[in-house]
Structures are given as C-alpha cells and as structure tokens.
C-alpha cells in the first residue's frame, strides 16, 4: 500500500559535515545535557535527536550552592508567571544557528517554536516510587523531567503479527520498566504509535533505501536523515523532521485528568511569509486532526498503522478525529458554562466538544492561540552570533530571537513544561514544498556525490552531496520549566521576564553556547508593567581541562544584580547610594521595601532582606545570617527566584553583575527604563 500524504512541510536542508547548528540560549537549551563535569554531553540520545555538536547545551539548573546530583528535589525549574485573561507574560526565546536564516540568498530556512505542558502538582507527584501499583506506573509514565540519569528511558520493541496478548505484555513491559531517574519529555506510549504506524508514503526520500521494521514494513520511526530507526528518547521521528505533522501528536490514548498532558502546541513558525495561511491551517492548534483507531477495549491493540481513512477502513479501524488542548476545564461541566468561560478568554480559545470524536460526552476544551507566523531573522552562514535584528527600541542587535507570549492557563493549575526549537535549512536544487515520492530515485533531482563535467571534456568535480542530508532538521530544548497561576495583584498587568543567558567560561570555552549577559539587556517598560527578575545556573558544568576562566569556584555559575552609574563603568553603587529601588516593590514578598529587594538581588538571595520579611526567615536576612556572603559569591544560590516588580514611580537604571566582570568573560551588564 502506497500512501500519498502531501500536507506537509519538506523539511530539507543543506549538505553539511559539521554537527554545530542550532541551540537555544533563552530558556536555556539542553542539547540533551543534565548535569555533566565535561565539556561534552554523555547521551545525545537523552531526550530528542538535536543533530548538533556534543559540546553544546546548559546544564540543569541547581537550586544551591552545591551540585544537585542524584536529589531531583535540589534541581530548580524556571518558574515563569503565566500570561493572564487579558495581560500577555513575555519572554525572550533567544538561539543562534549556524547555516543562516531568514531570507538570507543562500538556502531556505525554517524555525519552529513549541512546547509540551501537564499539571505541575506539588513535590510529592514526583515518581520517586518503582511500585508496580497502577496509579504509581501511571505517575511515572506520564512525569515530565529532567531525571538524574543521563541513560535514555528504556523500550521494547514490537514484531510482526503481533497478537493483542503480546501487544499487552510488551507494553507492560514499557510501563512498568518506565524509569523514576532517567528524563522524560514525550511518552512511551507516544513513541509506541510511531513505531506501528506506517510511514509516509508520499514523502519524498531521495534515495534514501527506509528499511522495513520489526513489524515488516517502513515505520514512522525512519526518515531519510533517521532511516536507521534510531531512538532519541520517546520522540517520533518522522513527527520531528515533518511540520505541520499528519497525525495528532497526544502523548495518551485517552486524556488524565490529572496530568492533563498536552500534545505539542505550536507557538511560532518563522520563514516564508507567503506560506503562512497554510502554516496556520494545518497547525493541530485549531484545526483537528486525524488517527486510525482499531479497538477501545483494555486487552487489545488500540492504534492502527493505517494515516489515511480509506487505508484504516480496510484494517478495520475508525478514523478518530482528535482536538488540540492546552488543557480541559473539568470543573466546567456544561455547554452553558464553557460558553461564558470562553466570553472571558483573550488569546486562548475555549470549545465545546469532544477531545476525540469516538469519546462518550463532550466537555470544555481550551485551545492555545494560533500560532505566530513572521519571518525568521536573518542571520549568515557559518556563523553563531548575532542575527541582522535590533531590539524593540531598535537600538543594538541581538542573536536571533522572538518575543513570545507565555500561554495562559484558566484553571489557575501550575503548569510544568518543555519547549522545542526546531531549525530547518533546504537547498533549492529542488522544490522542497513540491517534490514527492514520485521523483525517489531520480539522478536528475538530486544524487550523493555527484560529479560536474564543468571543463566539457568528461572530467570535473565531485560535489559533496549526502542526499540523507538533504531533508535534515535541528533542534534544542530546554529543560523542564514552570508556569505558574498568576496572583490577584497581577491581573490586568504585563509582565516582562529578566533573566540570565551563557554559562561559565571564555569565549572559546563557552562555545556553542555564550559568555553570560542579562536577557533581555536593555528593558524598556510602563510604569504599571511588571518585571520579574529570576535566573538560574549549574554547579557542575567543569570543562573538565577544557578550560574553564570565571571568578570563583571552578564550573560555578553566579549572578547578581547591583545599581551602577554607568555602563561603561566597573563599580556598582552601594545599597545605600543606590536610588532606583525607592520607587519599587514586590509582588512576591510585599513586605519588602526596596532596600529589601536590593539586597536579595545583590546576594542572590543568599540574604533573603535586611532584617526580615512575612516572606523571609530574619535568619536568613543581612542582620540574620551567622556567616557573610563569599566575596566571589561562591556560597550563595546558583539559581533565585527573584521578585517580580511593581513599580511607583518612573525612572531608570544601569546595573552590573559583580561576578562576571572581569576580562576573560565581562560587561554581565544591563538597564531598565520605566516610563509612564
């Protein structure tokens, strides 16, 4: 059976040796890293298949001043204020990639920007336990994280003609072997759909020979850039080279209401412009999406392999058409009160209906906004640096990023999440939107290696051509983040999110990742604007003789915050001469005054305040503490929560980071602007 799918985009890409090409820098991109003391990843089959270099990626963040090692509980998460029901949160998704983007001459470019959420919970919902209780399976099976292991989560694979018995056994195999240390982002069962379903037929694969699977033939589990059938993790292959993807991308079979896992929400696709309208149509954002689903009993297969209708009627299953979410509202229980919820809703949309056509009763469905279409920035080739973009306030350039609304979650639950960015490059030796299955195993499209008579006379070159490589797809993630409910005092009000980008290090040492700098550096806001200030940093990223320049102890990150007169300048002002924080206060410790939340800044909350808050242990606090902060910092918080600030007057600041100024890596400087 030949399929012939052509919704979709080719994600082709450029011949290229060198394995340096795209990495997150805010939120801090994984690259599959955890928590390793050499300059290169353990596992770059972690999580997701990145195709980039091994030394690339940040660290998981520590919440002290000591390594988390195997202790998930001293890790820390991001912590992102969500946007509200009508105040967008914001935050600067910086990366850099290597072969150029954005209209540059000399190839295409894609960027696809999304992320996964479910319910946070509180501590005790992490899958610590390895009971074979159902609930206790479940919770580890369905636990987003960054685990304590870099060894990838284990599978068992299927075989041919296998009986709904042994379909059962196997993935109770899955289950049960699901580990408590090892990460997790999409779910075994997610990745068990992909290796029944049958490829795409219509694809366009070169020459690229995709062997029959276990199961006797062509899986989506191969690809022309994976046509080995390697596993990264729980992701799908042919789902990660391929936007917008055919196939409904739920990570269950049938929703928890407790976890509430989301399928994978699109939230940018930056390129061609022209392609938008049909970008935004096929995103699974609004527009629902299509499975062959063969049995709703417990004891037999329930996915067929069939990615067509007329196919899955002849396998004998239904064609299940499936909704995208963000999440269900399960207290709003009529089509009445999900009406008047979706009245109140801004960005997101709200929808009565079923989440897949075959369930039993419809309920609340909220969707995320569609997604944002713009063209990518523009970057050279061979390059990881700055993109030819400026600022809101147009006035110095910046790597290539998007400011993105943070989504926006009615239920009021804490939401734990991973975000993805994929970077796709294409040559336009073919036209990568209108080549299929039909030219496979044509010379005349494109072969490897091919040689150029140029001289006429029978010789010439040979080109470097690797046609595996020809519908290529990069990626990072970040590691595991939070969003959180926003506070009654927050409503109505934007928040701006001020963070810490780059890693201890010089610039060689550092790379591909960045030297440290403040993000966004220069933060022009209103008056009734919020800013909330956080960062986070590893304790164990030593290069491991690699080198390793920065003040303090060695594979240490620290930040800090102190007023400054000027930029150009080295010396921060004291707490005392300081005079912007008179003109601020905190929504996360309203009991600080602004020397409060000066000295936090300044500490990195090694002091929590000056004597003590409701919010602040006084044991804690400047006069508090029995032993001083490190000079060099070494003793205080490689990651702070920080405050999110409210503002009384307007005004401005130049600050510094104390740490990371010196003259192997300097200037960790920036300013914000409060204007009416």
């Not at 992490?126 to 919770?139: H, W």
């Not at 919820?341 to 075959?358: C, P, T, V």
């Not at 713009?374 to 061979?382: D, G, I, K, Y």
Request: hydrophobic share 25%; aromatic share 10%; charged share 25%.
């Amino acid at each position: 059976m030949k399929v012939t799918l052509y919704v979709t985009v080719v994600l082709a890409t450029l011949v290229v040796v060198c394995r340096s090409d795209t990495y997150l820098q805010n939120p801090r991109g994984s690259n599959n890293r955890l928590s390793e003391t050499t300059a290169n990843r353990k596992n770059a089959n972690r999580l997701f298949d990145s195709q980039n270099n091994n030394k690339g990626g940040y660290n998981t963040g520590d919440a002290g001043s000591s390594d988390a090692g195997n202790r998930p509980q001293r890790q820390y998460s991001m912590k992102y204020y969500g946007s509200g029901e009508d105040a967008s949160s914001k935050l600067q998704v910086e990366w850099t990639n290597q072969h150029g983007c954005g209209g540059n001459s000399k190839l295409n470019c894609n960027i696809v920007i999304q992320y996964m959420c479910m319910n946070n919970g509180t501590d005790d919902d992490y899958p610590y336990s390895r009971s074979t209780k159902s609930e206790e399976v479940l919770r580890r099976v369905l636990y987003m994280k960054d685990g304590v292991s870099t060894n990838t989560q284990s599978y068992k694979d299927p075989n041919k003609n296998e009986s709904d018995k042994s379909y059962i056994k196997r993935m109770k195999t899955n289950y049960y072997g699901a580990s408590t240390t090892r990460g997790l982002h999409e779910t075994v069962w997610w990745y068990d759909t992909c290796r029944y379903r049958e490829a795409n037929g219509g694809l366009f694969t070169a020459d690229q020979d995709l062997k029959k699977d276990d199961v006797g033939y062509v899986t989506a589990s191969r690809t022309r850039q994976n046509n080995n059938g390697d596993r990264s993790g729980y992701e799908c292959p042919e789902e990660r080279d391929y936007f917008p993807y055919w196939v409904p991308t739920m990570m269950t079979e049938h929703h928890d209401e407790d976890a509430q896992r989301t399928p994978w929400i699109d939230a940018a696709w930056l390129g061609d412009t022209d392609k938008c309208n049909y970008i935004k149509k096929n995103s699974f954002n609004n527009n629902a999406k299509y499975r062959c689903v063969l049995s709703t009993e417990s004891d037999e297969r329930k996915y067929g392999r069939s990615i067509d209708e007329d196919s899955c009627d002849d396998e004998g299953g239904d064609w299940v058409k499936f909704n995208s979410f963000i999440e269900v509202l399960t207290d709003v229980t009529t089509e009445s009160a999900c009406e008047k919820a979706a009245e109140k809703q801004g960005a997101n949309k709200i929808i009565w209906d079923k989440l897949r056509s075959d369930d039993a009763s419809e309920v609340c469905i909220v969707q995320a906004p569609t997604l944002e279409c713009r063209e990518a920035p523009w970057t050279r080739v061979n390059h990881l640096g700055n993109a030819d973009n400026y600022d809101s306030n147009k006035n110095h350039p910046n790597a290539s990023r998007i400011e993105l609304d943070l989504p926006y979650f009615p239920s009021g639950d804490a939401k734990r999440c991973v975000m993805r960015l994929r970077y796709n490059i294409s040559t336009s030796d073919y036209d990568g939107w209108n080549t299929f299955a039909d030219s496979n195993d044509n010379d005349d499209v494109i072969e490897n290696d091919p040689e150029v008579d140029v001289f006429g006379d029978g010789d010439g070159f040979e080109l470097a051509l690797n046609t595996a490589q020809t519908g290529r797809t990069f990626q990072d993630r970040s590691h595991v983040y939070q969003i959180l409910p926003r506070t009654e005092e927050m409503a109505g009000k934007t928040i701006y999110n001020l963070n810490v980008r780059g890693k201890r290090g010089n610039i060689v040492q550092t790379f591909p990742a960045t030297e440290y700098d403040f993000i966004p550096d220069r933060l022009v806001v209103k008056k009734n604007d919020l800013v909330h200030v956080q960062w986070t940093g590893s304790n164990s990223h030593d290069n491991n003789n690699d080198g390793d320049d920065g003040e303090g102890t060695g594979g240490t990150d620290r930040s800090n915050i102190l007023e400054m007169s000027d930029q150009s300048e080295n010396y921060p002002k004291t707490i005392k001469e300081a005079q912007f924080w008179d003109g601020v206060k905190s929504l996360t410790d309203p009991d600080a005054d602004g020397t409060d939340i000066a000295i936090g800044l300044a500490s990195a909350g090694y002091y929590c305040s000056e004597k003590g808050t409701d919010n602040c242990d006084a044991k804690y606090s400047l006069k508090g503490r029995s032993k001083n902060i490190d000079d060099k910092m070494n003793n205080a918080p490689a990651s702070y929560f920080g405050h999110v600030l409210k503002f009384t007057k307007t005004g401005g600041m130049n600050y510094v980071c104390t740490r990371n100024n010196n003259f192997s890596n300097r200037s960790q400087k920036g300013s914000i602007t409060v204007e009416d």
